[in-house]
């Protein structure tokens, strides 16, 4: 919404429709930059499946990448989304895969 600051939080000295604008248009922002990181994840996921000769590579290689991916009980690969740094000593029960901490907010 124009006039209306995108990323900062709703003021709440204001009247609550004014924070309702406030808080649709920090949403409205949130969901874009997801988009976009959504995006740019599947371009690297792509990338990094694909050696210099543009030749699919093997899992391994994937897994090994820069972003952490786990294997579900199906046994296919998915990226871990919101993972900060792996936790100490702590592996699912399921697939032995080690657990990950979630990132958070100061």
């Not at 995108?6 to 924070?19: A, F, M, R, T, V």
């Not at 543009?54 to 199906?74: D, K, L």
């Amino acid at each position: 919404m124009p006039g209306i600051p995108q990323d900062e939080i709703p003021d709440l000295n204001c009247c609550l429709l004014y924070q309702q604008m406030q808080l649709m248009n920090c949403c409205i922002s949130r969901k874009k930059r997801r988009a976009i990181a959504a995006e740019s994840l599947e371009s690297l996921i792509r990338e990094s499946a694909c050696d210099a000769d543009g030749v699919p590579s093997s899992t391994e290689r994937i897994i090994s990448g820069s972003f952490p991916s786990a294997r579900i009980s199906t046994g296919d690969l998915v990226v871990r989304l919101g993972a900060s740094r792996q936790t100490d000593n702590l592996t699912m029960l399921e697939t032995g895969e080690p657990i990950y901490a979630p990132v958070t907010q100061v």
